[in-house]
């Protein structure tokens, strides 16, 4: 799911070649899939130079699609220290496992929360935050009461839900039942670490990289997708942004994982449009001068 960076390998001859009425600049970033941790530098640094592009494209895969919209990616994990004892001796520990649970428990009546009351937007294939608990353990024996459960869980939320609100409703949570383990004995806490945290994209859809990218050849279209990309980090610096790429991320992160080959031709096209728009005119030699 990498074509995009392909084509525009491939593409680096025209493109050095051509006499640009402005720049095209080419970011590289790395791990964007553990929280686009890769692209947060590059994006300060783009800033801090001063650059202002009146536009990016992120080509993550979309179908060649105009994306204007993704949901922001959250992933925290939780873990509670609890204090061991032995099965028959109950009140002599601080069972961590079970105020997991609680904390799951609460993760999934919020996630409730928003499939039931929103707010929604119908441009997702799923119109409204989404949160979900996806791993817990805990534990060490049957006849031992545990002193060490963690759970991870994300959600990823619409550009209207306020993210840093939302997240500080699970810190309270985890707060709430660190004060009830230590209650049972003190030296009982939770631990609540952000592992991950990329915005959202929203952009307008009167935005001028809009109306370029469909110049260009990607299909301009009001669907937004559930998936993370870079985009919102762009977007937030105040680069308008938005996701086109070839492949379907239907077959992405899948065994046998592949991309039609007229999504490459398609991405070629758009490339080969992009720089023949932003050209004054052919590169003149210079050579004798």
């Known amino acids: 799911m990498k ?8 593409k680096l001859p025209e493109l050095a070649a051509a006499n640009l009425k402005e720049p095209i600049h080419l970011a590289f ?12 530098d590059l994006v300060d640094k783009i800033t801090e130079a001063g650059v202002a592009p009146r536009g990016c494209i992120v080509g993550e895969p979309s179908s060649m699609r105009v994306v204007r919209g993704h949901k922001s990616m959250n992933v925290f994990r939780v873990d509670f220290h609890g204090v061991a004892a032995h099965s028959s001796l109950t009140p002599e520990g ?11 428990t609460f993760v ?32 060490i024996a049957v006849n031992t009461i545990p002193a060490e459960a963690s759970v991870q869980f994300e959600f990823r939320s619409l550009g ?16 709430r039942l660190e004060r009830m383990m230590r209650a049972e004995n003190d030296s009982a806490h939770v631990d609540f670490t952000v592992e991950a945290a990329a915005p ?15 110049q260009w050849g990607g299909v301009v279209s009001d669907d937004k997708v559930t998936y993370g990309t870079e985009a919102g980090l762009f977007s937030n610096a105040g680069i308008p942004t938005v996701v086109c790429g070839p492949g379907d991320i239907a077959q992405a992160h899948a065994p ?4 039609e080959l007229e999504q490459i031709a398609a991405c070629e096209a758009f490339i080969g449009n992009l720089i023949t728009d932003l050209s004054a005119g052919t590169k003149h030699s210079t050579e004798g001068e």
Not at 4 to 10: D, K, N
């Open 94 to 104: 601080v069972n961590s496992i079970a105020y997991a649970a609680e904390f799951v």
């Open 160 to 175: 209207s839900v306020d993210r840093e609100a939302l997240v500080e409703r699970f810190r309270a949570e985890a707060a």
């Open 200 to 214: 959202g994209c929203e952009t307008p859809a009167d935005a001028d990289i809009v109306s370029l990218a469909g």
């Open 256 to 259: 046998d994982e592949y991309i």
């Open 29 to 40: 970033s790395y791990d964007e899939e553990v929280g686009c941790v890769g692209a947060i």
């Open 3 to 10: 074509s995009f960076i392909g084509v525009i390998l491939a």
């Open 108 to 139: 999934h009546a919020v996630a409730a929360e928003f499939r039931t009351e929103g707010p929604f937007d119908e441009n997702y294939v799923v119109p409204f935050t989404t949160v979900t608990a996806n791993t817990i353990s805990g534990g």
